[in-house]
């Protein structure tokens, strides 16, 4: 039980070790989509880097903010829950990831590219299909739409973790 509780309480570290090893598999997907002219080699190293800090940095300040609160699990925080300043301060990167993805999306060049690119990165790879940037628009919106309302909702249906601390007003 010390292993599965290890595993609970540095989650959003472990998490970032799994999704770092995801983006340096990446790179040979883009370096082959470099190669085929899909796009650039800046375009690549800027996609590599960016994914990099987009799931590292969250992740980082989740795994903060669920040592300063002591939680035992990931879900103490709760899923969009502004019952405390832990709960509150994830709710806010939820939001700010969530935000920074759309906005990238739908204001940014992430929707074009991610219409090049997402194909390689499935598995396996499909190396001739490429997705209209609108098609990524509306998947990612979707995505995120489903994300904050399926998440809220099973949140509120579960019953609460009594292994969760519940800060106390500072004294």
């Known amino acids: ?16 070790g799994v999704m770092l090893l995801n983006v340096a598999m990446m790179r ?12 650039t080699q800046d375009e690549a190293a800027e996609f590599i ?10 992740c980082v300040a989740l795994g903060l903010i669920g040592l300063w609160a002591q939680w035992p699990s990931p879900m103490c925080a ?5 019952r405390d ?7 806010l990167v939820i939001l700010a990831i969530w935000a920074l993805l759309l906005r990238w999306v739908w204001i940014g060049s ?10 390689a990165l499935m598995n396996p790879p499909n190396w001739e299909r490429t997705y209209s940037p609108t098609l990524v628009r509306w998947a990612v919106t979707i995505i ?9 909702v099973a949140y509120r ?15």
Request: hydrophobic share 50%.
């Open 1 to 16: 039980m010390q292993v599965l509780d290890g595993i609970f309480r540095y989650f959003w570290f472990i998490a970032l």
């Open 78 to 82: 709760g899923v969009l829950s502004f």
């Open 28 to 39: 040979p997907r883009m370096n082959r989509l470099v190669e085929l002219g899909r796009v």
């Open 157 to 171: 249906t579960m019953p609460p973790d009594l292994g969760c601390a519940v800060p106390s007003a500072a004294a």
């Open 144 to 152: 995120v739409f489903l994300a904050a309302v399926g998440g809220a």
């Open 49 to 58: 880097r960016g994914t990099a800090f987009a799931f590292g940095i969250p």
């Open 110 to 119: 992430g929707a074009e590219l991610l219409g090049r690119v997402g194909p």
């Open 85 to 91: 300043p832990p709960s509150t301060a994830t709710a």
